[in-house]
């Protein structure tokens, strides 16, 4: 075991990085980059190679400069200030372009580290937007919850009407002359759509029926289901991870789910327009409040008109629409089915385009 000292040469003990397994830094859900004297990386932990989407193989010994798109930011005179005086400081909430062309806007923990007399510096790295995303994400969670006690309760006191009208109508079918049976036969469509209606609100009643299936897998066959829907070719664009392990689903709730998100960018895109499947993994992620080690991500990006200002915030909750002739049904079914799942649906937006994410745990249920 190694201490580590801090500049008031209180002893902290850790794990040494040169000689010992990081394991333990594996398990934070921050971003932890380790750099030596020389402003070379030493150590990334798996949630820092999510954040610079390159492998701590790659960055060992790597200028931490490097990571960079600039060379002047307020990061890196943090990391010279912790070399040259022993001196620990926080950064909040600024904007950093990385050199893989991203931008993040994040809070950053900077300090001097000693182990076995050499000087390394520790950074610590959160992104404000993923912060944001389990706040709402919880947020979503419980508006969820109380929406569908409420629908429910709703679609209970309606659907019992309907049956009596129903039957009345069929009463009624026997009893009158045949040149107003038309009228009959309306009545009880339009109650058997109403009912229909009634039950997407509601969402499926069966329990997920879980089994080991390849997600590209899925993809793929949401991808015929839609490419057979529409006149336009060459429309999506595929940008997978194959070594990303099978995951335990309901295969047929995550196939709506995606199909109904892949429907909405069809409908939001011109004819020119592109659809983007992309899937990643991420590690350390936090679900209404559970941590997961392994999580799916499986991206659908489109150029298209995006999601007015006004829908934004309740984009997932039922009959929510900004389409003149959508029933506002589509997103909140489809985050139902994935939240059986133990999964969620967030949205974003980057760069003029439109992202809706499915994020499932890669694990036993």
């Known amino acids: ?134 706040i709402n994400n919880s947020d979503y969670m419980d508006r ?10 709703i679609a209970h006191e309606i659907k019992n009407p309907l049956g009596g009208i129903k039957g009345a109508a069929q009463l009624l079918e026997n009893e009158i002359s045949e040149e107003h049976k038309d009228y009959i036969e309306i009545i009880i469509n339009e109650v058997d759509r109403l009912k229909n209606y009634i039950d997407k609100m509601v969402g499926p009643r069966n329990e997920p029926a879980f089994k080991s299936v390849n997600i590209h897998s899925i993809i793929e066959r949401v991808l015929q289901i839609s490419s057979a829907k529409i006149k336009i070719k060459n429309t999506f664009k595929r940008d997978f991870d194959p070594s990303i392990p099978d995951v335990i689903v309901d295969e047929d709730m995550i196939i709506q789910s995606l199909l109904n998100i892949v429907k909405n960018a069809q409908e939001a895109i011109t004819t020119k327009g592109e659809i983007e499947l992309k899937t990643r993994v991420e590690r350390n992620y936090t679900i209404n409040s559970i941590k997961h080690k392994l999580v799916v991500i499986i991206s659908v990006i489109d150029s298209g008109i995006g999601v007015s200002d006004e829908i934004k915030n309740k984009l997932f909750l039922p009959l929510v629409t900004d389409k003149t002739q959508g029933s506002g049904l589509g997103l909140s079914i489809s985050q139902r089915l994935v939240s059986l799942n133990n999964g969620i649906i967030v949205f974003e937006e980057f760069q003029n385009k439109t992202i809706f994410k499915i994020i499932l745990p890669i694990e036993n249920h």
């Open 1 to 134: 075991m190694t201490h580590f000292t801090n500049k008031n040469n209180k002893e902290i003990k850790a794990f040494n990085f040169i000689e010992m397994d990081f394991n333990i830094l594996d398990n934070i859900s921050t971003s932890i980059i380790i750099t030596n004297k020389f402003m070379e990386i030493v150590h990334v932990n798996a949630s820092g190679e999510n954040f610079l989407s390159n492998s701590k193989a790659n960055l060992t010994n790597v200028k931490i400069s490097e990571i960079f798109a600039k060379k002047n930011n307020i990061i890196l005179s943090q990391v010279y200030d912790a070399i040259a005086l022993n001196q620990s400081s926080v950064s909040r909430d600024i904007e950093v372009s990385l050199r893989n062309k991203s931008k993040e806007r994040l809070d950053c923990n900077v300090q001097t580290i000693f182990a076995n007399e050499e000087k390394y510096v520790l950074l610590e790295i959160n992104t404000v937007q993923r912060q944001k995303n389990i």
């Open 144 to 153: 969820s919850n109380a929406t569908q006690m409420i629908t429910r309760s």
